[in-house]
Protein backbone atom coordinates (compact mmCIF):
# COMPACT_ATOMS: atom_id res chain seq x y z
CA UNK A 1 0.00 0.00 0.00
CA UNK A 2 0.82 3.80 -0.79
CA UNK A 3 -1.02 6.83 -0.52
CA UNK A 4 0.33 8.74 -3.18
CA UNK A 5 -0.21 6.16 -5.72
CA UNK A 6 -3.68 7.45 -6.61
CA UNK A 7 -2.88 10.60 -8.04
CA UNK A 8 -0.05 8.97 -10.01
CA UNK A 9 -2.12 6.41 -10.96
CA UNK A 10 -4.22 9.12 -12.28
CA UNK A 11 -1.64 10.86 -14.33
CA UNK A 12 -1.19 8.00 -16.19
CA UNK A 13 -4.57 8.25 -17.33
CA UNK A 14 -6.23 11.87 -17.72
CA UNK A 15 -2.31 13.80 -17.56
CA UNK A 16 -3.25 17.29 -18.81
CA UNK A 17 -6.64 17.16 -16.49
CA UNK A 18 -6.72 19.60 -14.20
CA UNK A 19 -5.81 18.35 -10.91
CA UNK A 20 -4.94 21.67 -8.56
CA UNK A 21 -6.67 25.39 -9.11
CA UNK A 22 -5.59 28.42 -6.95
CA UNK A 23 -5.83 32.33 -7.74
CA UNK A 24 -2.60 32.01 -9.39
CA UNK A 25 -2.94 28.99 -12.11
CA UNK A 26 -4.02 25.23 -12.25
CA UNK A 27 -1.85 22.41 -12.07
CA UNK A 28 -2.20 19.09 -14.27
CA UNK A 29 -2.07 15.61 -12.42
CA UNK A 30 1.00 15.65 -14.54
CA UNK A 31 2.52 18.21 -13.04
CA UNK A 32 1.72 17.21 -9.68
CA UNK A 33 2.49 13.66 -10.36
CA UNK A 34 6.11 14.95 -11.13
CA UNK A 35 6.36 17.45 -8.44
CA UNK A 36 5.48 14.16 -6.12
CA UNK A 37 8.27 12.30 -7.45
CA UNK A 38 10.97 15.02 -7.61
CA UNK A 39 10.36 16.07 -3.85
CA UNK A 40 10.30 12.24 -2.84
CA UNK A 41 13.54 12.09 -4.19
CA UNK A 42 15.18 15.09 -2.42
CA UNK A 43 13.52 13.71 0.85
CA UNK A 44 15.29 10.52 0.44
CA UNK A 45 18.29 11.13 2.88
CA UNK A 46 15.80 12.32 5.51
CA UNK A 47 12.36 10.60 4.90
CA UNK A 48 12.25 7.01 5.42
CA UNK A 49 9.40 4.20 6.71
CA UNK A 50 7.70 5.82 9.51
CA UNK A 51 9.81 8.73 9.95
CA UNK A 52 7.30 11.69 11.27
CA UNK A 53 7.40 14.87 9.03
CA UNK A 54 5.28 17.93 10.08
CA UNK A 55 3.86 19.91 7.42
CA UNK A 56 3.43 23.63 8.64
CA UNK A 57 2.04 25.04 5.25
CA UNK A 58 -1.12 27.18 4.17
CA UNK A 59 -3.78 25.85 1.79
CA UNK A 60 -1.26 26.06 -1.30
CA UNK A 61 0.09 23.17 -3.60
CA UNK A 62 2.57 22.96 -1.56
CA UNK A 63 1.27 21.08 1.14
CA UNK A 64 -0.32 18.41 -1.17
CA UNK A 65 2.65 17.93 -3.31
CA UNK A 66 4.71 17.50 0.00
CA UNK A 67 2.16 15.29 1.78
CA UNK A 68 1.93 12.82 -0.64
CA UNK A 69 5.89 12.43 -0.72
CA UNK A 70 6.03 11.76 2.30
CA UNK A 71 4.02 9.18 1.74
CA UNK A 72 5.42 8.09 -0.98
CA UNK A 73 8.36 7.41 1.13
CA UNK A 74 6.27 5.92 3.74
CA UNK A 75 6.78 8.16 5.67
CA UNK A 76 4.10 9.72 8.70
CA UNK A 77 2.66 13.06 7.86
CA UNK A 78 1.32 15.43 10.48
CA UNK A 79 -0.14 18.36 9.34
CA UNK A 80 -0.21 21.76 11.87
CA UNK A 81 -2.52 24.59 12.10
CA UNK A 82 -0.70 27.50 9.98
CA UNK A 83 -2.67 29.46 12.74
CA UNK A 84 0.17 28.37 15.51
CA UNK A 85 2.98 30.60 16.95
CA UNK A 86 6.53 29.54 16.67
CA UNK A 87 6.64 28.16 20.66
CA UNK A 88 3.33 25.93 19.94
CA UNK A 89 4.80 24.50 16.82
CA UNK A 90 7.93 23.37 18.93
CA UNK A 91 5.92 22.51 21.49
CA UNK A 92 3.71 19.84 18.99
CA UNK A 93 7.00 18.77 17.43
CA UNK A 94 8.47 17.98 21.01
CA UNK A 95 4.87 16.10 22.01
CA UNK A 96 4.95 13.96 19.09
CA UNK A 97 8.62 13.19 17.72
CA UNK A 98 8.86 15.11 14.49
CA UNK A 99 12.29 14.85 12.96
CA UNK A 100 11.26 17.32 10.34
CA UNK A 101 8.77 20.13 9.50
CA UNK A 102 8.04 21.50 5.88
CA UNK A 103 7.06 25.19 6.09
CA UNK A 104 6.44 27.89 4.23
CA UNK A 105 7.85 30.24 7.16
CA UNK A 106 11.72 29.55 8.85
CA UNK A 107 11.23 28.21 12.24
CA UNK A 108 13.65 27.72 15.21
CA UNK A 109 13.43 24.28 15.67
CA UNK A 110 14.90 22.07 18.61
CA UNK A 111 18.24 20.72 17.18
CA UNK A 112 18.06 17.29 15.76
CA UNK A 113 14.80 18.89 14.01
CA UNK A 114 15.06 19.32 9.89
CA UNK A 115 13.16 22.21 8.74
CA UNK A 116 12.65 22.78 4.83
CA UNK A 117 11.49 25.79 3.98
CA UNK A 118 8.79 26.33 0.64
CA UNK A 119 8.24 29.06 -0.69
CA UNK A 120 5.44 30.66 -3.30
CA UNK A 121 2.36 28.05 -4.22
CA UNK A 122 4.25 25.25 -5.87
CA UNK A 123 8.37 25.23 -4.61
CA UNK A 124 9.55 22.00 -6.20
CA UNK A 125 13.01 21.22 -6.72
CA UNK A 126 15.16 21.01 -10.46
CA UNK A 127 14.79 17.49 -11.97
CA UNK A 128 18.01 15.61 -11.45
CA UNK A 129 17.94 13.36 -8.61
CA UNK A 130 17.06 9.83 -9.38
CA UNK A 131 13.32 9.34 -8.20
CA UNK A 132 13.09 6.25 -5.74
CA UNK A 133 10.63 3.31 -5.80
CA UNK A 134 7.76 3.90 -3.86
CA UNK A 135 7.45 2.64 -0.46
CA UNK A 136 5.16 -0.71 -0.03
CA UNK A 137 3.17 -0.56 3.08
CA UNK A 138 1.66 -2.90 5.04
CA UNK A 139 -2.15 -1.81 6.49
CA UNK A 140 -0.88 -1.60 10.03
CA UNK A 141 1.87 0.72 9.29
CA UNK A 142 1.17 4.71 10.11
CA UNK A 143 0.52 6.93 7.40
CA UNK A 144 -1.10 10.18 9.19
CA UNK A 145 -0.39 12.03 13.27
CA UNK A 146 -3.39 14.78 13.91
CA UNK A 147 -3.43 16.37 16.81
CA UNK A 148 -6.33 16.53 19.19
CA UNK A 149 -7.33 17.52 22.36
CA UNK A 150 -10.74 16.36 22.99
CA UNK A 151 -12.63 18.19 25.47
CA UNK A 152 -9.60 18.46 27.78
CA UNK A 153 -7.71 20.77 26.55
CA UNK A 154 -4.07 18.56 26.44
CA UNK A 155 -3.04 18.20 22.75
CA UNK A 156 -2.17 14.79 21.59
CA UNK A 157 -1.50 12.76 18.63
CA UNK A 158 -3.90 10.74 16.86
CA UNK A 159 -1.95 8.11 14.71
CA UNK A 160 -3.95 6.55 11.89
CA UNK A 161 -2.51 3.58 9.62
CA UNK A 162 -2.94 2.87 6.25
CA UNK A 163 -5.87 0.55 7.35
CA UNK A 164 -7.99 3.35 9.12
CA UNK A 165 -6.97 5.73 6.16
CA UNK A 166 -8.15 3.04 3.66
CA UNK A 167 -11.24 1.80 5.02
CA UNK A 168 -12.56 5.51 6.08
CA UNK A 169 -10.75 8.16 3.56
CA UNK A 170 -11.17 5.91 0.91
CA UNK A 171 -14.95 5.50 0.99
CA UNK A 172 -16.21 8.65 1.35
CA UNK A 173 -16.29 9.45 -2.33
CA UNK A 174 -18.78 6.45 -2.63
CA UNK A 175 -20.53 7.13 0.49
CA UNK A 176 -21.28 11.07 -0.90
CA UNK A 177 -21.45 10.17 -4.36
CA UNK A 178 -18.48 12.13 -5.87
CA UNK A 179 -16.75 11.41 -9.03
CA UNK A 180 -13.70 11.99 -11.76
CA UNK A 181 -16.53 14.77 -13.16
CA UNK A 182 -16.79 16.96 -9.99
CA UNK A 183 -15.43 20.00 -9.24
CA UNK A 184 -14.20 20.50 -5.54
CA UNK A 185 -14.50 23.70 -3.81
CA UNK A 186 -12.40 23.80 -0.17
CA UNK A 187 -12.72 26.78 1.43
CA UNK A 188 -11.26 24.55 4.85
CA UNK A 189 -7.86 24.98 6.18
CA UNK A 190 -5.93 21.98 5.12
CA UNK A 191 -4.89 20.71 8.06
CA UNK A 192 -7.61 19.22 9.80
CA UNK A 193 -9.01 16.07 8.93
CA UNK A 194 -12.57 17.05 7.09
CA UNK A 195 -10.38 19.30 4.79
CA UNK A 196 -8.13 16.10 4.55
CA UNK A 197 -10.62 14.02 3.39
CA UNK A 198 -13.29 15.62 1.71
CA UNK A 199 -10.82 17.83 0.07
CA UNK A 200 -7.38 16.59 -0.57
CA UNK A 201 -8.47 12.96 -0.50
CA UNK A 202 -11.53 13.07 -2.51
CA UNK A 203 -9.21 14.53 -5.39
CA UNK A 204 -6.93 11.70 -5.13
CA UNK A 205 -9.45 9.03 -5.14
CA UNK A 206 -11.89 10.21 -8.11
CA UNK A 207 -9.75 12.32 -10.22
CA UNK A 208 -11.73 15.31 -9.82
CA UNK A 209 -10.33 18.50 -10.03
CA UNK A 210 -9.73 20.10 -6.63
CA UNK A 211 -9.76 24.44 -6.39
CA UNK A 212 -7.95 25.58 -3.24
CA UNK A 213 -8.90 28.79 -1.38
CA UNK A 214 -6.14 30.06 0.85
CA UNK A 215 -8.87 32.35 3.01
CA UNK A 216 -12.60 32.47 3.37
CA UNK A 217 -13.90 35.48 2.08
CA UNK A 218 -18.09 35.33 1.38
CA UNK A 219 -17.00 38.20 -1.37
CA UNK A 220 -14.19 36.60 -3.02
CA UNK A 221 -15.88 33.14 -2.88
CA UNK A 222 -18.99 34.42 -4.65
CA UNK A 223 -15.96 35.46 -7.50
CA UNK A 224 -14.84 32.07 -7.41
CA UNK A 225 -18.10 29.78 -7.41
CA UNK A 226 -18.78 32.16 -10.45
CA UNK A 227 -15.44 31.01 -12.64
CA UNK A 228 -15.09 27.47 -11.03
CA UNK A 229 -19.08 25.96 -10.91
CA UNK A 230 -18.01 23.79 -8.55
CA UNK A 231 -19.92 20.67 -7.48
CA UNK A 232 -19.25 19.84 -4.45
CA UNK A 233 -18.02 22.02 -1.62
CA UNK A 234 -17.76 20.88 2.49
CA UNK A 235 -18.37 23.76 4.90
CA UNK A 236 -18.66 24.45 8.69
CA UNK A 237 -21.69 26.27 9.93
CA UNK A 238 -20.04 29.80 10.50
CA UNK A 239 -19.13 29.43 6.58
CA UNK A 240 -22.72 29.01 5.94
CA UNK A 241 -23.97 31.75 7.91
CA UNK A 242 -21.50 34.37 6.65
CA UNK A 243 -22.28 33.98 3.39
CA UNK A 244 -25.78 33.87 3.35
CA UNK A 245 -25.46 36.92 5.75
CA UNK A 246 -23.67 38.26 2.76
CA UNK A 247 -26.36 37.95 0.14
CA UNK A 248 -24.24 35.35 -1.80
CA UNK A 249 -25.58 33.03 -3.77
CA UNK A 250 -24.75 29.99 -6.33
CA UNK A 251 -27.45 28.83 -8.33
CA UNK A 252 -25.39 25.83 -9.53
CA UNK A 253 -25.97 22.00 -8.92
CA UNK A 254 -23.73 21.30 -6.17
CA UNK A 255 -23.41 18.77 -2.96
CA UNK A 256 -23.29 20.72 -0.04
CA UNK A 257 -21.22 19.11 3.13
CA UNK A 258 -21.72 20.85 6.52
CA UNK A 259 -20.21 19.39 10.01
CA UNK A 260 -20.88 20.31 13.49
CA UNK A 261 -24.42 21.80 13.04
CA UNK A 262 -25.75 22.93 16.29
CA UNK A 263 -29.31 23.77 14.42
CA UNK A 264 -29.24 21.81 11.09
CA UNK A 265 -32.75 23.13 10.60
CA UNK A 266 -31.48 26.40 10.26
CA UNK A 267 -28.08 26.20 8.66
CA UNK A 268 -30.34 24.06 5.88
CA UNK A 269 -32.18 26.97 5.45
CA UNK A 270 -29.57 28.91 5.18
CA UNK A 271 -27.44 27.20 3.19
CA UNK A 272 -30.45 26.81 0.58
CA UNK A 273 -30.81 30.35 0.55
CA UNK A 274 -26.95 30.38 -0.60
CA UNK A 275 -27.23 26.96 -3.16
CA UNK A 276 -30.64 26.68 -3.86
CA UNK A 277 -30.56 23.41 -5.84
CA UNK A 278 -27.89 22.12 -3.02
CA UNK A 279 -28.06 18.56 -1.94
CA UNK A 280 -27.01 19.02 1.83
CA UNK A 281 -25.76 16.23 3.88
CA UNK A 282 -24.16 16.60 7.80
CA UNK A 283 -22.27 14.15 9.19
CA UNK A 284 -21.55 12.23 12.56
CA UNK A 285 -17.68 11.10 13.11
CA UNK A 286 -14.52 11.88 15.51
CA UNK A 287 -10.71 12.00 14.56
CA UNK A 288 -10.34 8.43 16.64
CA UNK A 289 -12.54 6.76 14.02
CA UNK A 290 -10.89 8.36 11.44
CA UNK A 291 -13.26 10.90 9.94
CA UNK A 292 -17.01 9.49 9.26
CA UNK A 293 -18.98 7.19 11.13
CA UNK A 294 -22.50 8.27 10.14
CA UNK A 295 -24.14 10.17 7.59
CA UNK A 296 -27.58 12.28 6.96
CA UNK A 297 -28.48 12.67 3.36
CA UNK A 298 -30.52 15.54 3.80
CA UNK A 299 -31.81 16.08 0.39
CA UNK A 300 -32.79 19.46 -1.65
CA UNK A 301 -34.96 22.13 -0.75
CA UNK A 302 -37.33 20.72 -3.13
CA UNK A 303 -37.22 16.88 -2.26
CA UNK A 304 -35.70 16.15 1.25
CA UNK A 305 -36.45 13.90 4.15
CA UNK A 306 -36.85 16.41 6.73
CA UNK A 307 -34.59 14.82 8.89
CA UNK A 308 -32.63 17.56 10.43
CA UNK A 309 -31.87 16.06 13.59
CA UNK A 310 -30.38 12.72 13.70
CA UNK A 311 -26.20 12.17 12.29
CA UNK A 312 -28.31 9.81 9.65
CA UNK A 313 -26.83 5.64 8.74
CA UNK A 314 -24.02 4.04 9.92
CA UNK A 315 -21.62 3.95 6.93
CA UNK A 316 -20.80 0.63 5.63
CA UNK A 317 -17.79 -1.30 7.08
CA UNK A 318 -18.46 0.68 11.12
CA UNK A 319 -20.91 -0.80 13.03
CA UNK A 320 -22.48 1.23 16.30
CA UNK A 321 -23.88 0.14 19.73
CA UNK A 322 -24.97 1.62 22.25
CA UNK A 323 -23.81 1.08 25.97
CA UNK A 324 -25.62 1.32 29.27
CA UNK A 325 -28.83 2.71 27.81
CA UNK A 326 -31.09 4.02 29.89
CA UNK A 327 -34.10 6.37 29.65
CA UNK A 328 -36.86 6.17 27.59
CA UNK A 329 -35.31 6.52 24.51
CA UNK A 330 -32.10 4.20 25.29
CA UNK A 331 -29.64 7.06 24.81
CA UNK A 332 -25.87 5.89 26.35
CA UNK A 333 -22.62 6.21 25.47
CA UNK A 334 -21.76 5.70 21.77
CA UNK A 335 -19.39 2.79 20.96
CA UNK A 336 -17.72 2.34 17.48
CA UNK A 337 -16.24 -0.59 15.55
CA UNK A 338 -14.25 -1.59 11.94
CA UNK A 339 -11.24 -0.81 10.53
CA UNK A 340 -11.64 3.12 10.72
CA UNK A 341 -10.57 2.87 14.84
CA UNK A 342 -7.36 4.70 15.19
CA UNK A 343 -3.86 3.06 15.78
CA UNK A 344 -2.81 4.88 19.00
CA UNK A 345 -2.29 8.29 20.76
CA UNK A 346 1.35 9.63 20.71
CA UNK A 347 2.59 12.19 22.90
CA UNK A 348 0.40 11.27 25.99
CA UNK A 349 -0.31 8.58 28.86
CA UNK A 350 -3.66 8.70 27.90
CA UNK A 351 -4.73 5.10 27.35
CA UNK A 352 -6.71 3.90 24.01
CA UNK A 353 -10.53 4.42 24.96
CA UNK A 354 -10.80 0.92 22.96
CA UNK A 355 -11.96 -2.36 24.69
CA UNK A 356 -12.79 -5.84 22.86
CA UNK A 357 -12.30 -3.67 19.14
CA UNK A 358 -14.80 -1.23 20.41
CA UNK A 359 -13.95 2.37 20.40
CA UNK A 360 -15.16 4.56 23.66
CA UNK A 361 -16.04 8.18 21.45
CA UNK A 362 -17.40 9.65 24.89
CA UNK A 363 -20.79 10.88 22.66
CA UNK A 364 -24.00 9.78 24.62
CA UNK A 365 -26.75 8.92 21.46
CA UNK A 366 -29.69 6.84 20.45
CA UNK A 367 -30.84 5.34 17.78
CA UNK A 368 -34.54 6.23 16.77
CA UNK A 369 -36.82 3.44 15.39
CA UNK A 370 -35.60 3.83 11.79
CA UNK A 371 -32.24 2.79 13.49
CA UNK A 372 -31.01 6.48 12.59
CA UNK A 373 -28.03 7.54 14.96
CA UNK A 374 -28.71 10.84 17.18
CA UNK A 375 -25.75 12.41 19.00
CA UNK A 376 -27.16 14.26 22.44
CA UNK A 377 -24.07 15.00 23.75
CA UNK A 378 -20.80 14.70 24.77
CA UNK A 379 -20.33 12.24 27.82
CA UNK A 380 -17.86 14.69 29.54
CA UNK A 381 -19.95 17.69 28.89
CA UNK A 382 -22.84 16.17 31.05
CA UNK A 383 -23.98 19.04 33.28
CA UNK A 384 -25.74 17.57 36.60
CA UNK A 385 -27.93 19.47 38.25
CA UNK A 386 -28.91 18.11 41.54
CA UNK A 387 -28.71 14.98 40.68
CA UNK A 388 -30.46 15.47 37.56
CA UNK A 389 -28.80 14.94 34.26
CA UNK A 390 -28.99 17.59 31.80
CA UNK A 391 -27.39 17.39 28.15
CA UNK A 392 -26.12 20.89 27.03
CA UNK A 393 -27.07 19.68 23.26
CA UNK A 394 -30.81 19.32 24.10
CA UNK A 395 -30.59 23.29 25.67
CA UNK A 396 -28.54 24.49 23.22
CA UNK A 397 -31.23 23.36 20.03
CA UNK A 398 -33.48 25.46 21.89
CA UNK A 399 -31.72 28.10 22.02
CA UNK A 400 -30.41 27.65 18.30
CA UNK A 401 -34.12 28.11 17.10
CA UNK A 402 -34.59 31.24 18.18
CA UNK A 403 -35.34 33.04 15.29
CA UNK A 404 -32.47 36.02 16.56
CA UNK A 405 -29.88 33.24 17.76
CA UNK A 406 -27.82 31.92 15.44
CA UNK A 407 -25.18 30.15 17.86
CA UNK A 408 -25.83 28.52 21.05
CA UNK A 409 -23.40 27.00 23.87
CA UNK A 410 -24.26 25.38 26.71
CA UNK A 411 -21.58 24.58 29.96
CA UNK A 412 -21.97 24.00 33.45
CA UNK A 413 -21.56 26.63 35.79
CA UNK A 414 -20.69 25.46 39.80
CA UNK A 415 -23.56 26.39 42.26
CA UNK A 416 -23.47 26.32 45.91
CA UNK A 417 -26.86 24.98 46.03
CA UNK A 418 -27.18 22.36 42.98
CA UNK A 419 -23.46 21.44 42.17
CA UNK A 420 -23.77 22.90 38.84
CA UNK A 421 -26.06 24.82 36.97
CA UNK A 422 -26.79 25.44 33.19
CA UNK A 423 -25.78 28.76 31.36
CA UNK A 424 -25.55 29.48 27.82
CA UNK A 425 -23.70 31.55 25.46
CA UNK A 426 -24.95 32.87 22.34
CA UNK A 427 -24.23 34.96 19.02
CA UNK A 428 -27.35 36.84 17.71
CA UNK A 429 -27.86 36.32 14.01
CA UNK A 430 -27.06 39.88 12.28
CA UNK A 431 -29.47 43.01 12.83
CA UNK A 432 -30.70 41.31 15.84
CA UNK A 433 -30.98 42.93 19.30
CA UNK A 434 -31.88 40.72 21.95
CA UNK A 435 -30.84 40.67 25.48
CA UNK A 436 -29.87 37.72 27.40
CA UNK A 437 -32.66 38.27 29.69
CA UNK A 438 -35.24 38.00 27.18
CA UNK A 439 -33.53 34.68 25.52
CA UNK A 440 -33.72 33.68 29.20
CA UNK A 441 -37.74 33.77 29.33
CA UNK A 442 -38.30 32.99 26.08
CA UNK A 443 -35.90 29.48 26.59
CA UNK A 444 -37.95 28.82 29.73
CA UNK A 445 -41.03 28.48 28.08
CA UNK A 446 -39.54 25.84 25.57
CA UNK A 447 -37.36 23.67 28.41
CA UNK A 448 -38.41 21.58 31.07
CA UNK A 449 -37.54 23.66 34.73
CA UNK A 450 -34.83 22.18 35.78
CA UNK A 451 -32.98 22.33 32.14
CA UNK A 452 -33.78 26.11 32.24
CA UNK A 453 -30.36 27.87 32.36
CA UNK A 454 -29.46 30.45 34.86
CA UNK A 455 -28.10 32.78 32.85
CA UNK A 456 -27.75 33.57 29.19
CA UNK A 457 -24.97 36.03 27.83
CA UNK A 458 -24.88 37.28 24.50
CA UNK A 459 -21.16 37.51 23.09
CA UNK A 460 -19.73 39.06 19.58
CA UNK A 461 -17.91 35.44 18.74
CA UNK A 462 -17.88 32.19 19.71
CA UNK A 463 -14.63 30.72 20.79
CA UNK A 464 -14.06 27.87 17.91
CA UNK A 465 -11.08 25.21 16.30
CA UNK A 466 -10.61 25.74 13.05
CA UNK A 467 -13.28 23.02 11.72
CA UNK A 468 -15.77 25.68 13.16
CA UNK A 469 -16.61 23.39 16.73
CA UNK A 470 -17.28 25.30 19.42
CA UNK A 471 -14.09 25.83 22.19
CA UNK A 472 -16.63 24.77 25.22
CA UNK A 473 -13.63 24.86 27.85
CA UNK A 474 -12.81 28.60 26.77
CA UNK A 475 -15.76 29.48 28.02
CA UNK A 476 -15.84 27.01 31.08
CA UNK A 477 -12.44 29.08 32.04
CA UNK A 478 -14.23 32.86 31.42
CA UNK A 479 -16.93 31.33 34.00
CA UNK A 480 -14.22 30.29 36.09
CA UNK A 481 -12.14 33.84 35.83
CA UNK A 482 -15.91 35.53 36.36
CA UNK A 483 -16.63 33.39 39.34
CA UNK A 484 -13.32 34.15 41.29
CA UNK A 485 -13.81 38.15 40.76
CA UNK A 486 -17.26 38.22 42.01
Known sequence: ????????????????????????????????????????????????????????????????????????????????????????????????????????????????????????????????????????????????????SGSTGHPKGVLLSMGNLSSNYDATYR?????????????????????????????????????????????????????????????????????????????????????????????????????????????????????????????????????YLSAGEVVPGMRVTIRDPSGEDARGEVLVWGGAVFSDYVGTAEPRPVEDGWLLTGDIGLFDKKRRLHIVDRKRELIIRGGQNIYPGEIERVLSSHPAVSEAAAVARVDADFGEVPVVFVVLRRGENVSGAELLTWAATQLAGFKVPQDVFVIDVMPKTPTGKIRKLDLRRGLEVQNALS
Open 175 to 307: WIGIGKADRILLTLPVFNTYALNQGINMMAMTGATLRLVRRFSPERLQEIMNEFQPTFIPLVPTMVTRLHQAGVRFGGEVRVGIGAAASPSQISADAWAVFPRAHIYFGYGLTEATAIVSTNHVGTKENNTGD
Open 1 to 148: MNRALPILDWAFSQPEKACLVTDERSYSYREVSLAIQQVAASLTSAVGIGTRVGLFIDSTPNFIVYQHAVFYLGGIVMPLNRALTEQEVVEVVTLVGLTLVVSDTSLGLPDGVMNIVVTGEFDVPPPGAAIPAPAVLSPEAGACLLQT
